[in-house]
């Protein structure tokens, strides 16, 4: 008996792990309608690109269940990468906050920050569909974006850039604009 409780536990355990939810609120809003309307608002975005022609943007969208009339707004991120990939995540508007604060207290302060030899710095903020990363090696600087499903990061398909480092300032004013 014992053991069968045991067991019980174990599996009760597991089923809450997967039961709970790993995707946004606006990925889960979009893939169960089955009438959509999306509004994007181009005149608020940030967008980095690199010398590939590689694209990262983000945005405001607003998702309405044309049959309920529900809605709600994320920040959307649309990844265009050379061979052909393209995918888009969102960041639910609870999120933007953490991800505004990350950015002014974490990224903004240490844009000129260099490391000693043989040493660096990584500061991850970590959403459900999204992971950024600010990383600082000697003089370089470099931030990463990877985009997630279901709670499981692609780490074959993400947007990198040394170069735009310098307009994370336009993406922390961006964020604070759709607040």
Known sequence: M??????FL???AIMQNYSQNKNSEARQFIENAEIMQVNKDWNIKAEFTTGLKEVLVFFPVEAIDLKSNKKIKALQVEMALTENYFKSSWIDLNE???FILFI?????????????????????FNSKEITFSFYIQKNSRRISIYLKDNGLTDYRHYFWTETQVGKIPELLTMLKAIK
């Open 2 to 7: 014992k053991k069968l409780f045991t067991l």
């Open 10 to 12: 174990l599996l009760s």
């Open 96 to 98: 933007v906050d953490e």
């Open 104 to 124: 002014e207290q974490y990224v903004i302060p240490n844009l000129k920050d260099k490391t000693e030899k043989n040493q660096s710095t990584t500061y991850i």
